[in-house]
Nanobody, 116 residues
């Protein structure tokens, strides 16, 4: 069984920074893509950023230049460095991992609130 454990959310003032982490544990062959999604109240879940096993990245236009996704393959962990945070970044952030044979796995979500 594969589990994802997220950490790093919280309350931050506009312009501040947060770093999210998501670690995969359990028995599995290999991890393909990893990514972060978010869902604000009353809105659909949306892609924030993804990173392939080879390190290629993709970002939503709304976070380009402010957020950086990275991964540590040795630790089966994906990170999301969020800088210059805005109130509209407030949402529950979900980690997503695509594992060979198993498929998509989602984290439990971590709340990010940007407010003064």
């Amino acid at each position: 069984q594969v589990q994802l454990v997220e950490s790093g959310g919280g309350l931050v003032q506009p312009g501040g920074s947060l770093r999210l982490s998501c670690a995969a544990s359990g028995s599995f062959f290999s991890i393909n893509a990893m990514g972060w999604y978010r869902q604000a109240p009353g809105k659909q879940r949306e892609l924030v950023a993804t990173i392939t096993s080879g390190g290629s990245t993709n970002y939503a236009d709304s976070v380009k230049g402010r957020f950086t996704i990275s991964r540590d393959n040795a630790k089966n962990t994906v990170y999301l460095q969020m800088n210059s945070l805005r109130p509209e970044d407030t949402a529950v952030y979900y980690c997503n991992v695509v594992i060979e044979v198993v498929g998509d796995i989602w984290g439990q979500g971590t709340q990010v609130t940007v407010s003064s």
